[in-house]
């Protein structure tokens, strides 16, 4: 396994364990697999995600609360769509209140 893998396998356990209904920025879960200042490559790892997967990658936003844009824009109202479903509220700006709905990890 190589290091990048090895590094995208942590973030997918760090995602697993977001509650439903709750929401974890870029940069927290790049900070809690100790991988302070690499928010990025935990948008590279959830993108690198296959289709067939069980990880909650829609319970990932930015740090302002909103669902990063994409290449492919359906994606976003996808997960939008998602989180709504588990109860995640947005602004009418289209942002979710961190202070909400952010993962407390105990």
Same mark, same amino acid.
């Given at each position: $396994?190589?290091?990048?893998?090895?590094?995208?396998k942590k973030i997918y356990? $760090?995602?697993e364990q977001i509650p439903r209904g709750q929401v974890a920025t870029y940069?927290?879960?790049a900070r809690l697999v100790g991988l302070p200042r690499h928010a990025r490559m935990v948008g590279y790892a959830l993108h690198a995600l296959p289709n067939d997967n069980n990880v909650p990658w829609q319970r990932v936003v930015n740090a302002k609360g909103e669902v990063s844009p994409r290449a492919t824009p359906q994606y976003e109202d996808l997960q939008r769509h998602l989180l709504e479903c588990?109860?995640?509220v947005f602004s009418d700006a289209g942002r979710i209140s961190l202070k909400t709905y952010q993962w407390k990890r105990l």
């Open positions: $396994m190589t290091e990048t893998e090895s590094r995208y356990k $760090m995602v940069g927290q879960i588990e109860g995640v």
